[in-house]
Nanobody, 117 residues
Framework: VQLQASGGGLVQAGGSLKLSCVVS????????MGWYRQPPGKQREMVAL???????YYADFVKGRFSISRDNAKNTVFLQMNSLKPEDTAVYYC????????????WGQGTLVTVSQ
């Protein structure tokens, strides 16, 4: 499974960006799709997850501002980011996990989001 993330860039505080991650092959059997981020000088952290039945989970620091969604027909997971803050500056990575037989845990290459004051 290969993932290609896009949509990062430079935005002013209070602005919005939408990240996309296209997954090679069908995402129908993928259990969890998610977005993680790694701020400069810090460890990678979970941002948002979405299950194969559409259940979502958000880190407290993005609740109410970010929204994760998936389009199975387009093999894509999205992260809509609103009300961005400078502390949201990070490299954002998409991740997919399949459990059970033929399980895998795959990462995209990352896309940089920079939020200026």
């Amino acid at each position: 499974v290969q993932l290609q993330a896009s949509g990062g860039g430079l935005v002013q505080a209070g602005g919005s960006l939408k990240l996309s991650c296209v997954v090679s092959g069908s995402i129908f059997d993928i259990n969890i799709m998610g977005w993680y981020r790694q701020p400069p000088g810090k460890q990678r952290e979970m941002v948002a997850l979405i299950s194969n039945v559409g259940s979502t989970y958000y880190a407290d620091f993005v609740k109410g501002r970010f929204s994760i969604s998936r389009d199975n027909a387009k093999n894509t997971v999205f992260l809509q980011m609103n009300s961005l803050k400078p502390e949201d500056t990070a490299v954002y990575y998409c991740n997919v996990q399949k459990f059970g037989t033929q399980s895998f845990n795959s990462w995209g290459q990352g896309t940089l989001v920079t939020v200026s004051q």
